[in-house]
C-alpha cells in the first residue's frame, strides 16, 4: 500500500495476514504524492507467481494499463476495484478505465458510492470485448 507512507505486507500462512490487511486498508489515507503508474513501475518486478495485486482507484488515468498487463504473465493475479468517481462527486472517466482494465482480463469490480460493498466486490465487471495487447500499446 502506498499513501503517507509505503506498506508492504509479506506473504504469512494462516489468518494473522489476513488481519494485517483488513487493518492496513482500514488505515491507510490516500495522501501519498507519487503517481499510480510510477508506485506500480517501480514495484513491478516484485510481482511474481503466487503474488495478488489488488489496485483500488478512482482515476479515469494514472493507472498503465500496458503495466498491468505486463504484469500478469509472471503469475501475479491482479485485480482493479474502480471507485466510480462520479458518484462520489468526482470528475468522470473512472467507468472508461474499469472497461479497459476488464478488456484485458484483468478482475475488475466498480464500486459506486452507497452501494453495497460486499455486493460490489461479488459482481466482477464482464468486459463488452476483448483488447489485443497491441491494442493498448504493449509490444511482444
Known sequence: AQGSSRLLITPQRGRHSLWRMLEAL???RAEGNIPLDLLLSQEAGKFG????LVVITSLG????????????PRGA??????????????EGGSLALAQRMS????????????ADISQALDSRLEPASRLKPQDIGVTA
Open 61 to 72: 488515468r494514472g493507472l498503465d494499463a500496458p503495466l498491468l498487463h505486463q504484469i500478469q
Open 77 to 90: 493475479r491482479t485485480t482493479v476495484i474502480v471507485l466510480e468517481a462520479s458518484t462520489f462527486g468526482g
Open 103 to 114: 478488456a484485458l482480463r484483468i478482475d475488475t469490480y466498480v464500486v459506486r458510492q452507497g
Open 26 to 28: 482500514a488505515l491507510i
Open 49 to 52: 507467481y503466487w503474488s495478488n
